[in-house]
């Protein structure tokens, strides 16, 4: 599976933006999809997850109520709606794929897209 997030941004605090990570190959709905961040001088972080069939997901405590993962397994895509952004947010995005689950272990997921820069400004 290769993985391609979109372009990240610069949004204002208190802002919205949407992130999108589409997938290569027929067996997208095999996967668990993931969404870490990484920001500057920090270890990567667990953003949030979400299962094969997209019916259930996870998300880490800095940002749930304000982010919202979903999926579209005929479009082979996964999703990363940011709401009510904070400086920090300010972070390399990562969507991930996971062949046997969907936690929020990095080293538990299987392929990787390269990395979205998002900003937020004060």
């Known amino acids: 599976v290769q993985l391609q997030a979109s372009v990240g941004g610069l949004v204002q605090a208190g802002g919205s933006l949407r992130l999108s990570c589409g997938a290569s190959?027929?067996?997208?709905?095999?996967?668990?999809m993931g969404w870490f961040r990484q920001a500057p001088g920090k270890e990567r972080e667990f953003v949030g997850a979400?299962?094969?069939?997209?019916?259930?997901?996870n998300y880490a405590v800095s940002v749930k109520g304000r982010f919202t993962i979903s999926r579209d397994n005929a479009k082979n895509m996964v999703y990363l709606q940011m709401n009510s952004l904070k400086p920090e947010d300010t972070a390399v995005y990562y969507c991930a794929a996971d062949r046997t689950g969907w936690g929020s272990d990095p080293g538990e997921y299987d392929y990787w897209g390269q990395g979205t820069l998002v900003t937020v400004s004060s």
């Open positions: 979400i299962n094969r069939s997209g019916d259930s997901t």
């Open positions: 190959g027929r067996t997208f709905r095999n996967y668990g």
